[in-house]
């Protein structure tokens, strides 16, 4: 039971850095579209849309977190 806890905890904080990679990753990745000439709006918008699969893994995450909990 033990193992099994420590192992929900250590994958949870792999996931955890793998999201914050991937959030920072978009960031210069949006950073780069705006230096190519990419209007600044069109960039949000398509950082906004990206950064969504990003929010709903963490969501998941976080519930999957609430039901080990119980």
């Known amino acids: 039971m033990v193992t099994k806890k420590t192992n929900f905890s250590l994958n949870r904080k792999i996931i955890t850095l793998l999201l914050v990679l991937q959030t920072l990753l978009l960031g210069v990745q949006a ?7 990419d209007s600044a709006i069109e960039v949000m918008i398509w950082l906004i849309n990206q950064c969504f699969p990003v929010l709903q893994r963490a ?3 976080q519930d999957g977190e609430r039901k080990g909990d119980k």
């Open 31 to 37: 950073k780069n579209l705006i230096q190519q000439g």
């Open 59 to 61: 969501k998941g995450l």
